[in-house]
């Protein structure tokens, strides 16, 4: 491809100094001209009927404005795939958390005391927690229009099953189960709306600002132009910042008013009333014949929905087929359920149900591995998937590191030397012993979810001194979107990087369409779309140049800010002199570049989901070391080694940051993180009891890329944001049973499963 001037370069993100200098807005610090402030009254059981909602007295106390209840709102349905929600509840509460009422005030204060003098009368009815008992005959009905409380389910056959099992020298099989945990974002949720002319206008922290703003407008009955929505800068999303009803409510409650009014959430709410990820049980058994290779694959899959659905369906489908992907398996059977539960709505988390799906998978290819006596690398080695391949699921994978991937990870974390040794590091405690683990992963750039248009559109403004602004309808959360957009900008027009700025908040209003961040599709897919913007200004300046240069314009080429002929550098002009010129031709109109990328990939047949879903797919491995005590059952990861193929790596710095990040999620979600129930109630709904990672207990780390060319990717990146969260639980897993012998089934692992795994195989030990 050779050597490029802005692709590959550890450039800082372009809002950094903002963010460092506490120039750039958050949601609360959003203030307008005589702005409200509104506190949300949330059900204090699980399942009920609402039989009245008295607010006479809240209305009275001095300085409310109103109080509003679910009779007060349009009562209609809302929800990506199963239209379930309503903007206040209507008719009964589904979880404990649930928005019953709201008080709106000239302050918080008020507000809160507000909600005191609300009165509610409930019937309780009997609820249901666990989604393996809720589809039993005779469970509640969560609601009434979802049979057995199935939200959603799947069916799934590949190859020939039956024979795949008759050809399996080996059968690995277990019940797996992963706990919902919270994305942990350090900016909880707060919107401001307003309401004026026939139009609300919202603004909040989203990922996906275009469909929040579609949310939003199904749940007031409003078509989408009467709906404007401005994305603040981002505290931290990971899946959890879109959506939420909260946007909905809080432009619901602006319409009521006529006035600004500020919705926040308290940490207590972000646990309580946010959408964690999906808690599941996953049985599955694996078969592998005598060489080595999988033969044959079943899981039924139960998901935890929770109360709502918005894209749980989606997550499930992830969670039972994605990590299929990451071998050249051919015999699969998979079932998988969604079931309400009278539990928090569940939603989106970096990883999108993968990380549930390939634990259980990865852990199974190890005790495989073990009982034919074959090392764990080899079997993944033998069973990689490679480029060129088609998959079980029909995904084309045009590049493909995973092999590499596996390779050098192993290398580095010292494979063949600590897998023949599990003795304590310093030699004198014996109830410490070490052991390695690996485990592989495979992930979309972008995944097709809609048959409808899935692409991004971008425009690239040339202004008069020959710099750039470039406006996407793409949200940065803070991973830096948009300086790697800034990057293929810079190096598709021959430009500095210096020389572009970007618009940094979505604004439905004035931004092109984008769908959001999600799936990794934003370097694939919103980076193709800034190329071919840039390319579109590009050619236009370079038609104008041709004039000055007397040369046509396949003669030219722009490099270091200057338009010169191939061949010839002498006969040259500086862009800027060249912008000015062109605005001039123009009658002061500025050039203004258009690029729109819908992506060549397939929505998967409706029936049988089958189809190339994704343009590229990034593929990781991830090698762990940990020390295990056999007497507290206490996991110390001690070295992990995450080795990436993102394709043509755009910016080192800003991907390794997002390989560390993820990583550190990962490590969380093995060891630690767990939304904890009581009755289906929140009981640890704060950072310090929730426990998230904290530096102390994270690993020593080295982050490795292997790049392969993407041919579908913007200069031949892929995307690399969520990946490494996907195998880190089971990484660790593998090396807990490497150390002890133990399988762990869990997700998070608790020191109580593997002291009672060590106690069990004592047992079991002969005598002397």
């Given at each position: 491809?050779?050597?490029?001037?802005?692709?590959?370069?550890?450039?800082?993100?372009?809002?950094?100094?903002?963010?460092?200098?506490?120039?750039?807005?958050?949601?609360?610090?959003?203030?307008?001209?005589?702005?409200?402030?509104?506190?949300?009254?949330?059900?204090?059981?699980?399942?009920?009927?609402?039989?009245?909602?008295?607010?006479?007295?809240?209305?009275?106390?001095?300085?409310?404005?109103?109080?509003?209840?679910?009779?007060?709102?349009?009562?209609?349905?809302?929800?990506?795939?199963?239209?379930?929600?309503?903007?206040?509840?209507?008719?009964?509460?589904?979880?404990?958390?649930?928005?019953?009422?709201?008080?709106?005030?000239?302050?918080?204060?008020?507000?809160?005391?507000?909600?005191?003098?609300?009165?509610?009368?409930?019937?309780?009815?009997?609820?249901?927690?666990?989604?393996?008992?809720?589809?039993?005959?005779?469970?509640?009905?969560?609601?009434?229009?979802?049979?057995?409380?199935?939200?959603?389910?799947?069916?799934?056959?590949?190859?020939?099953?039956?024979?795949?099992?008759?050809?399996?020298?080996?059968?690995?099989?277990?019940?797996?189960?992963?706990?919902?945990?919270?994305?942990?974002?350090?900016?909880?949720?707060?919107?401001?709306?307003?309401?004026?002319?026939?139009?609300?206008?919202?603004?909040?922290?989203?990922?996906?600002?275009?469909?929040?703003?579609?949310?939003?407008?199904?749940?007031?009955?409003?078509?989408?132009?009467?709906?404007?929505?401005?994305?603040?800068?981002?505290?931290?999303?990971?899946?959890?910042?879109?959506?939420?009803?909260?946007?909905?409510?809080?432009?619901?409650?602006?319409?009521?008013?006529?006035?600004?009014?500020?919705?926040?959430?308290?940490?207590?709410?972000?646990?309580?009333?946010?959408?964690?990820?999906?808690?599941?049980?996953?049985?599955?058994?694996?078969?592998?014949?005598?060489?080595?290779?999988?033969?044959?694959?079943?899981?039924?899959?139960?998901?935890?929905?929770?109360?709502?659905?918005?894209?749980?369906?989606?997550?499930?489908?992830?969670?039972?087929?994605?990590?299929?992907?990451?071998?050249?398996?051919?015999?699969?059977?998979?079932?998988?359920?969604?079931?309400?539960?009278?539990?928090?709505?569940?939603?989106?988390?970096?990883?999108?149900?993968?990380?549930?799906?390939?634990?259980?998978?990865?852990?199974?290819?190890?005790?495989?591995?073990?009982?034919?006596?074959?090392?764990?690398?080899?079997?993944?080695?033998?069973?990689?998937?490679?480029?060129?391949?088609?998959?079980?699921?029909?995904?084309?994978?045009?590049?493909?590191?995973?092999?590499?991937?596996?390779?050098?990870?192993?290398?580095?974390?010292?494979?063949?030397?600590?897998?023949?040794?599990?003795?304590?590091?310093?030699?004198?405690?014996?109830?410490?012993?070490?052991?390695?683990?690996?485990?592989?992963?495979?992930?979309?750039?972008?995944?097709?979810?809609?048959?409808?248009?899935?692409?991004?559109?971008?425009?690239?403004?040339?202004?008069?001194?020959?710099?750039?602004?470039?406006?996407?309808?793409?949200?940065?959360?803070?991973?830096?979107?948009?300086?790697?957009?800034?990057?293929?900008?810079?190096?598709?027009?021959?430009?500095?990087?210096?020389?572009?700025?970007?618009?940094?908040?979505?604004?439905?209003?004035?931004?092109?369409?984008?769908?959001?961040?999600?799936?990794?599709?934003?370097?694939?897919?919103?980076?193709?779309?800034?190329?071919?913007?840039?390319?579109?200004?590009?050619?236009?300046?370079?038609?104008?140049?041709?004039?000055?240069?007397?040369?046509?314009?396949?003669?030219?080429?722009?490099?270091?800010?200057?338009?010169?002929?191939?061949?010839?550098?002498?006969?040259?002009?500086?862009?800027?002199?060249?912008?000015?010129?062109?605005?001039?031709?123009?009658?002061?109109?500025?050039?203004?570049?258009?690029?729109?990328?819908?992506?060549?990939?397939?929505?998967?047949?409706?029936?049988?989901?089958?189809?190339?879903?994704?343009?590229?797919?990034?593929?990781?491995?991830?090698?762990?070391?940990?020390?295990?005590?056999?007497?507290?059952?206490?996991?110390?990861v001690l070295n992990l080694v995450s080795v990436h193929d993102a394709g043509?790596?755009?910016?080192?710095?800003?991907?390794?940051?997002?390989?560390?990040?993820?990583?550190?999620?990962?490590?969380?979600?093995?060891?630690?993180?767990?939304?904890?129930?009581?009755?289906?109630?929140?009981?640890?709904?704060?950072?310090?009891?929730?426990?998230?990672?904290?530096?102390?207990?994270?690993?020593?780390?080295?982050?490795?890329?292997?790049?392969?060319?993407?041919?579908?990717?913007?200069?031949?990146?892929?995307?690399?944001?969520?990946?490494?969260?996907?195998?880190?639980?089971?990484?660790v897993a593998n090396a807990v049973r490497h150390a002890t012998g133990i399988?762990l089934h869990r997700v998070p692992f608790r020191p109580t499963e593997l002291?009672?795994?060590?106690?069990?195989?004592?047992?079991?030990?002969?005598?002397?």
């Amino acid at each position: 491809m050779g050597e490029m001037a802005s692709i590959g370069r550890g450039v800082p993100n372009v809002d950094s100094f903002d963010k460092v200098l506490g120039r750039a807005r958050y949601g609360t610090d959003i203030a307008l001209p005589g702005m409200l402030h509104a506190k949300v009254l949330r059900s204090p059981l699980p399942h009920a009927r609402i039989l009245s909602v008295d607010t006479s007295r809240a209305r009275g106390l001095p300085g409310v404005k109103t109080v509003l209840s679910g009779a007060d709102t349009p009562g209609l349905k809302f929800g990506e795939l199963n239209p379930d929600e309503t903007i206040l509840a209507v008719g009964k509460v589904r979880f404990v958390g649930e928005e019953v009422a709201v008080a709106v005030a000239i302050d918080e204060e008020t507000a809160l005391e507000a909600l005191e003098l609300i009165k509610v009368d409930y019937e309780p009815l009997v609820a249901v927690f666990d989604p393996e008992k809720a589809i039993k005959p005779g469970a509640p009905l969560i609601h009434e229009d979802f049979p057995n409380n199935i939200a959603y389910q799947y069916h799934i056959d590949r190859g020939d099953i039956g024979q795949g099992w008759k050809e399996a020298a080996v059968v690995a099989e277990g019940r797996f189960t992963a706990a919902a945990s919270h994305q942990g974002y350090l900016e909880p949720q707060c919107c401001v709306a307003s309401y004026e002319q026939g139009r609300v206008t919202v603004w909040y922290p989203s990922q996906s600002p275009f469909r929040d703003q579609g949310y939003i407008a199904d749940g007031l009955g409003f078509p989408r132009h009467r709906v404007r929505f401005i994305q603040t800068f981002v505290g931290g999303g990971f899946g959890g910042k879109h959506g939420q009803r909260l946007p909905v409510l809080g432009g619901f409650i602006a319409t009521r008013v006529e006035k600004p009014v500020r919705l926040s959430f308290s940490r207590d709410e972000e646990f309580i009333a946010g959408r964690p990820s999906i808690g599941c049980s996953i049985y599955m058994r694996l078969g592998l014949n005598r060489e080595g290779v999988i033969v044959a694959k079943e899981a039924k899959v139960f998901g935890d929905n929770g109360a709502y659905t918005i894209f749980s369906p989606r997550i499930l489908d992830t969670m039972t087929r994605r990590p299929d992907n990451l071998y050249r398996q051919r015999n699969i059977h998979n079932e998988a359920l969604l079931v309400y539960t009278n539990k928090t709505p569940t939603g989106a988390y970096r990883g999108f149900g993968n990380p549930q799906g390939t634990f259980p998978l990865e852990s199974l290819v190890d005790e495989a591995a073990h009982k034919l006596k074959m090392d764990p690398l080899t079997v993944r080695l033998k069973n990689a998937t490679r480029a060129g391949d088609v998959t079980a699921h029909g995904w084309r994978p045009k590049s493909a590191g995973l092999v590499e991937c596996l390779e050098l990870a192993a290398e580095r974390i010292g494979w063949g030397k600590k897998r023949t040794s599990k003795a304590p590091r310093d030699g004198t405690n014996n109830h410490i012993v070490s052991g390695v683990g690996l485990a592989g992963l495979i992930h979309v750039c972008g995944r097709r979810q809609m048959p409808t248009f899935y692409g991004s559109q971008a425009m690239v403004r040339v202004n008069m001194d020959g710099a750039i602004t470039l406006i996407t309808g793409e949200a940065d959360l803070g991973q830096g979107s948009n300086t790697i957009f800034a990057q293929i900008a810079a190096e598709e027009m021959g430009l500095p990087f210096e020389d572009v700025m970007v618009q940094t908040q979505v604004d439905t209003d004035t931004s092109p369409q984008g769908l959001g961040t999600f799936s990794d599709r934003l370097t694939s897919i919103g980076g193709n779309a800034v190329k071919l913007a840039a390319a579109d200004a590009k050619r236009q300046l370079l038609d104008f140049a041709s004039e000055m240069l007397e040369a046509t314009a396949d003669d030219l080429e722009i490099r270091a800010g200057m338009v010169m002929v191939k061949g010839s550098p002498a006969r040259a002009v500086p862009v800027k002199e060249l912008a000015g010129y062109a605005s001039k031709r123009r009658g002061g109109a500025l050039i203004l570049g258009v690029g729109v990328y819908d992506p060549p990939s397939e929505f998967p047949d409706p029936k049988t989901l089958y189809g190339n879903i994704s343009t590229s797919y990034a593929m990781g491995a991830q090698a762990v070391e940990v020390e295990v005590n056999t007497e507290t059952g206490e996991i110390k990861v001690l070295n992990l080694v995450s080795v990436h193929d993102a394709g043509k790596v755009i910016n080192p710095l800003l991907a390794s940051g997002q390989i560390e990040g993820a990583v550190a999620q990962g490590v969380g979600a093995a060891l630690l993180e767990e939304i904890a129930y009581k009755n289906g109630k929140v009981i640890n709904p704060s950072l310090l009891c929730y426990g998230e990672t904290r530096i102390g207990s994270m690993p020593s780390m080295e982050v490795h890329f292997v790049e392969t060319v993407e041919p579908m990717g913007p200069f031949g990146a892929k995307g690399l944001a969520e990946p490494a969260i996907v195998p880190t639980a089971a990484a660790v897993a593998n090396a807990v049973r490497h150390a002890t012998g133990i399988r762990l089934h869990r997700v998070p692992f608790r020191p109580t499963e593997l002291l009672s795994g060590i106690r069990g195989a004592a047992k079991k030990r002969p005598s002397v």
